[in-house]
């Protein structure tokens, strides 16, 4: 009814006022953009490049990833930018005026790469008619071969495939700096901001801000509009936990995977928590919540603890947001009001929710028997 409609409406309103987190949410097409704007969210905290990649662009990226030489990959990249240009540009319009965080290619391999079992099938298949395999498929399913992995989630994913891909990184920043140059010369306000996945190591992060400064100094010389954007990181392994104050050195914002965190710090797997054996786990009873659900406060709690004060010592001004699932859950967006994060991301349609959670934990804050 109207009057519901209109509480919930006041409600939301108080919480705008006396929230400390930023609300932000996770979207990577302009369609989602412009309905998380819709939900009161104040910028985008990850937008995802992976499924910029898939469809008609899979064979591009085939061509990137296995390219036997480098004027193959070279060709697939150039053919990449101007849709990712695209890309970046409906984003950017959409979230005008907002921070809008792009986050460099983060795929799990074998999501991205041709099936060998098929292409294997199709070489047996020729064969037995008699005919020669396609060369090409052979070469594929050589190729596909060395590069398996059998923990795809362990392996040449975000900033390690940036690194191994010569020109992806430089690739994904020129289409966003010049995304930025084009909207800003149509007099909007781009606030793209760059954010490198899955990085353990400084150094991983130093080479790749080093990359942004060079590709986007291009940029600017080439379009005579002058673009910078902040470079941050994802803190989604231990490790990065464990050596933020390195890596702060070289991040203006950190963001919490808390997907992968959990993942890392657990040692279960993410896609596994539909197994029959996770929820039967869940059953004994030996720790009551999935830690996927609702942060888990004593471990992956402690590690975002430990990040955020490691982090300011070296930075104080870092800013610190999560985009994990759980920045949509209600429990665990009191628990990173209290770590002191300036931002929660979710997906649109929790947004509004997690305004209100960080309202009532701003509200909560003095009541000391909140043991939170
Ligand atoms: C995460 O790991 O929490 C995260 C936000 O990244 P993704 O889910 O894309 O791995
Ligand atoms: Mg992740």
Not at 203 to 228: C, D, F, H, K, N
């Amino acid at each position: 009814s109207a009057s519901a409609v209109d509480a919930v409406a006041r409600a939301l309103a108080r919480a705008d006022t006396v929230r400390r987190l930023e609300v932000r949410a996770n979207a990577d097409t302009p369609e989602d953009a412009a309905r998380a704007r819709r939900f009161g969210a104040q910028g985008i905290g990850l937008c995802r490049t992976e499924h910029m990649f898939l469809g008609e662009r899979r064979k591009l990226v085939e061509e990137m990833i296995l390219a036997g030489t480098a004027g193959a990959r070279d060709r697939a990249l150039a053919a990449l930018l101007p849709l990712q240009r695209e890309d970046f540009s409906g984003i950017l319009e959409a979230m005008d005026g907002l921070p809008v965080t792009i986050r460099l290619l983060d795929p799990p391999l074998h999501e991205f790469l041709p099936d060998r079992t098929e292409l294997a099938v199709r070489i047996a298949a020729a064969e037995a008619r008699g005919d020669l395999p396609a060369a090409h498929d052979v070469e594929l399913l050589s190729a596909v071969n060395r590069m398996h992995e059998e923990n795809p989630m362990l392996g040449l994913r975000g900033v390690r495939l940036g690194l191994v891909v010569p020109g992806l990184v430089a690739m994904q920043v020129r289409a966003i700096g010049e995304a930025v140059a084009e909207r800003t010369r149509a007099g909007g306000s781009p606030r793209a901001e760059i954010m490198v996945p899955l990085v353990g190591d400084v150094r991983e992060l130093r080479i790749v801000r080093e990359e942004v400064e060079r590709v986007l100094g291009e940029v600017s010389a080439a379009s005579g509009v002058p673009v910078s954007c902040p470079v941050g990181t994802m803190i989604e392994l231990p490790r990065a936990a464990l050596t933020a104050d390195r890596i702060a050195a070289e991040a203006e914002f950190f963001s919490f995977g808390t997907n992968d965190l959990t993942q890392t710090t657990w040692g279960f797997s993410r896609d596994d928590v539909e197994a029959e054996f996770f929820s039967a786990y869940l059953d004994k009873g030996v720790f009551p919540v999935s830690p996927f659900e609702t942060l888990d406060r004593d471990g992956v709690g402690r590690l975002v603890r430990m990040a955020v004060a490691e982090g300011r010592a070296t930075r104080p001004d870092l800013k610190i947001g999560v985009c994990g699932e759980h920045g949509g859950d209600p429990d665990s967006v009191h628990f990173f009001h209290a770590a002191g994060l300036d931002y929660v991301s979710c997906s649109p349609f929790r947004v509004p929710v997690a305004r209100l959670e960080a309202g009532r934990a701003a509200l909560e804050e003095t009541d000391v028997s909140d043991s939170r």
